[in-house]
């Protein structure tokens, strides 16, 4: 029954005042019997009054507004969490079974959300994949430990080569990414077999031997496996999630669990600097380091850059604005 | 009774619904008294009429922009005089089914986004559901004022070759064109002034009046005088004159996105005296673009933060978010089904028969008989990504066959139908064109209503099926008439 400290701090500067920010925050840990939520302190520049509503997923979701000028963002979120083992499934039904059930879910709700396959480029080579390595005869269970395993070997673990919009495209050419794009990557590969996956994002608390994903937020996957429920699969650490993984959100992809995000007026761009540092009860947190710094993002108002060189940055914004007004139907 | 040379050859297409002409070539009796006004006018005065009203909309810069044509974007809406004329019984019927319709839809919507009780009884498949990209997962269990979700809905109705009414379209996110019915109504009283009160024609300009009592009554603040805007993408968008005229005739405030900012979670205008609180937006901007915070990040024409604020039950949004899912032209082919289910009643207008190309024998059959089917994409609308079957060369259907394959849920198939053709003043004669009929329908707490009249949209170019603005088509002005009085006269108004 471990406790775990967890600070995570998200901090946006700019390089002038910014301001009419509007954020979405999804840092509120989930509650049920394998997890607690003891204490859960939340602090944010300028204590804006913070709105909470449950998403579509079922996640608690914080949204905010920040319209005075400001040239840093600070969301500091300070919870103490105690979870619990989950028992691993028992996996004593017959395989044929267990996949018929799973057929079955194919047009239900939730499930179908968790189900369906968006199209892209890689998607046979795949399906080869996918197909080789799921053995006749193996349960569902046995078939996502074995994916867990396939992503975690073949995949490279590197920070930078991607970023939170890299598609499962890119990450399939590079066969590198870090957990985001590892449980991406699961999620898509369960799918294919029919097994409803989800993706998940929290924070990885170690056991004092070091983990990949410490120190920012960490992403994982869940597959759905009969007479059991959502099993946590970790692909970047081969693992099974469970009592040293902390859940914050659940849903399709990444975006649906974006644990910071926002949208802000000003002519400059912002740098984002995110630290989570975990402790054990009566331990103090780990001293906080920075290991996940975003690259400068242009503010929200500036051109997108296009390939055309002739244009300069005004002719481009005015152009952009220009399409996306053409683009609203006017049915 | 003299005829003019514009009157004579006349030819009406075989096996089509003429609204002047019935099949034995006898003019039906609410075109008589126009046609008998337009036979007493020489060739000249009706050339003159047609130049009037060509320059009152140009002067008075009634247009809309018709993109990828390359040339000057702005154009003027091209106008036909001679006037369509709906009976009222016929308008009786017309008015009962967008009612009937309209109910269920904003049932639909109210059920898709809460307890999917339609998909629980397997009647609208939960597939076509969930592979609907306007189907908003943010818009789940979001409460709406009064529940409706349509406020405003510009139902596209056709009539085939027997005279009866059928639904093409339902447009129940951002339907557009109402400006111009109120327009054409205006320019046609100044060409025939006398004409409009002996046929008894009902008035259609109370329409802004009642759409602005909808919107205030829509307000989440009980005070006297909410403030409601009109939020615009701005000047490049088709329909801003739009935009602008219906501001102007409510008597609101004219915003874009950059007008308004949301803090906690309410919205407020930037005024010259400060922030003033928004309680209710008649938004012309779709949904994906209308919170960069919630959907496409990259969105300049919203607001950020306005779907907390929505949620909130802070500020009425006109159309409601989410409507997409209604709109889906794989799901508009379930709306009879709805209206048994929902309302157990038989629906009164029909739909046009309609493929949907997800199902494999269906799509079988269509390709077999593409030639006789018009093509539609599910989420597109204002006939763009069309394939008419049989106008299209060989390439164009196997290029189009192959972009199906690829995504054939996107994609449905309706056989051609004849559109019915009205009398349109052409190069000095009255010519046979193809038409249709969108009236507006607005929807508020106190139910539904619709202005008597709507726009008839005319496919100008010779042998055209399509109507749609921005593929070269022209409007007319609907005429709605009063019910006969027992005498057999026109009541006068």
Not at chain 2, 94 to 102: A, F, M, S, T
Request: charged content about 20%; overall charge negative; hydrophobic content about 35%.
């Amino acid at each position: 029954m471990p406790e775990f400290k967890i600070q995570h701090i998200t901090r946006y500067t700019y390089d002038g005042p910014v301001r009419d920010s509007a954020n979405q925050i999804i840092l509120f840990p989930i509650v049920d019997i394998y997890q607690e939520v003891l204490k859960h302190d939340l602090s944010i520049t300028g204590n804006p009054l913070v709105d909470t509503h449950i998403d579509y997923y079922g996640n608690e979701v914080g949204s905010f507004t920040l319209s005075e000028p400001h040239d840093q963002l600070v969301i500091s979120s300070n919870v103490i969490v105690n979870t619990h083992h989950r028992p691993l499934p028992v996996d004593d039904i017959f395989p044929e079974h267990q996949w018929d059930a799973l057929k079955d879910l194919k047009y239900t709700v939730p499930y179908i959300d968790f189900l369906r396959l968006d199209y892209f480029e890689g998607q046979d080579d795949l399906q080869g994949i996918v197909e080789a390595e799921k053995i006749n005869h193996e349960t569902p269970y046995q078939v996502a430990l074995r994916f867990c395993e396939y992503v975690y070997r073949n995949f490279e673990y590197i920070k930078g080569v991607t970023t939170v919009e890299t598609r499962i495209d890119e990450i399939w050419k590079l066969k590198a990414g870090v957990c985001q794009d590892f449980a991406h990557m699961l999620t898509e590969m369960l799918r294919m077999v029919g097994i409803p996956a989800r993706y998940v994002s929290g924070y990885i608390c170690p056991n004092r031997n070091g983990m990949r994903g410490e120190g920012a937020t960490h992403a994982w996957a869940e597959a759905f496996i009969p007479n059991f429920g959502w099993l946590g699969l970790d692909p970047t650490n081969n693992c099974i999630a469970n009592e040293t993984h902390v859940r914050l959100a659940v849903g399709r992809n990444f975006s649906d669990c974006s644990p910071v995000k926002g949208v802000y007026k000003g002519p400059y761009g912002h740098h984002l600097n995110v630290s989570v540092s975990v402790g054990y009860k009566d331990d103090e947190p780990e001293p906080e380091v920075n290991l996940f710094v975003d690259k400068v993002v242009k503010p929200s108002t500036s051109p997108v850059t296009t390939s055309e060189p002739a244009k300069n940055s005004y002719q481009r914004y005015l152009e952009m604005i220009q399409q996306q007004q053409q683009q609203q139907q006017q049915q | 009774m003299q005829e003019s040379d514009f009157f004579n050859g006349y030819k009406a297409i075989s096996n089509v619904w003429d609204e002047m002409y019935a099949s034995n070539l006898a003019v039906r009796s609410p075109y008589e008294r126009v046609i008998d006004y337009l036979a007493l006018e020489s060739v000249e005065d009706l050339n003159k009429k047609e130049e009037l009203a060509q320059r009152l909309f140009m002067k008075q810069g009634i247009t809309f922009t018709v993109y990828n044509s390359g040339e000057g974007i702005e154009k003027i809406f091209p106008f036909d005089i001679i006037p369509r004329i709906i009976t009222s019984a016929e308008w009786d019927f017309v008015e009962k089914g967008i009612k009937q319709r309209l109910t269920a839809l904003n049932l639909f919507l109210k059920d898709i986004y809460h307890n999917q009780f339609i998909v629980k009884d397997n009647i609208v498949p939960i597939d076509v559901i969930y592979s609907c990209p306007h189907f908003l997962r943010e818009m789940y269990q979001v409460g709406v004022p009064y529940d409706i979700y349509v406020h405003i809905a510009g139902i596209d109705l056709i009539r085939d070759e027997n005279g009866d009414f059928l639904v093409l379209e339902d447009n129940l996110r951002t339907p557009s064109g109402v400006s111009y019915m109120l327009e054409n109504r205006e320019i046609t009283k100044r060409l025939f002034p006398d004409l409009l009160p002996s046929c008894g024609v009902r008035g259609v300009n109370e329409y802004p009046t009642l759409l602005y009592k909808n919107l205030q009554s829509l307000s989440p603040r009980q005070i006297s005088n909410p403030t409601v805007v009109l939020l615009s993408p701005g000047i490049y968008n088709s329909a801003y004159f739009e935009h602008t005229t219906l501001a102007r005739l409510m008597g609101v405030e004219l915003v874009e996105g950059r007008d308004l900012v949301v803090n906690n979670q309410k919205v407020y205008m930037k005024t010259t005296i400060g922030l003033q609180q928004v309680d209710v937006i008649y938004r012309r901007v779709d949904d994906e673009f209308l919170d960069p915070l919630v959907f496409k990040p990259e969105s300049i024409l919203g607001v950020a933060g306005i779907m907390g604020a929505y949620r909130k039950g802070n500020v009425a949004i006109v159309n409601a978010i989410g409507n997409g899912v209604a709109d889906d032209k794989a799901i508009y082919s379930y709306v009879p089904d709805m209206i048994r289910y929902y309302l157990n009643e038989e629906p009164i207008l029909k739909n046009v028969p309609t493929y949907r190309l997800s199902n494999p024998d269906a799509r079988e059959f269509v390709f077999a008989n593409i030639n006789k089917m018009v093509v539609k994409k599910t989420n597109e609308s204002g006939g763009y990504g069309m394939l008419m079957g049989h106008a299209a060369s060989e390439q164009e259907i196997e290029r189009y066959k192959q972009e199906i394959l690829k995504a054939p849920r996107n994609f449905i198939a309706q056989p051609t139908i004849a559109l019915s053709t009205a009398p349109c003043y052409i190069q000095g004669k009255l010519q046979p064109r193809r038409i249709d009929l969108r009236p507006y329908a607005l929807c508020g707490p106190s139910g539904i209503e619709i202005v008597p009249g709507g726009l008839t949209r005319v496919a100008l170019k010779e042998g055209s099926l399509v109507v749609n603005s921005s593929q070269g088509g022209g409007s007319k002005d609907t005429w709605v008439l009063t019910p006969p009085s027992p005498k057999g006269e026109v009541t006068k108004i």
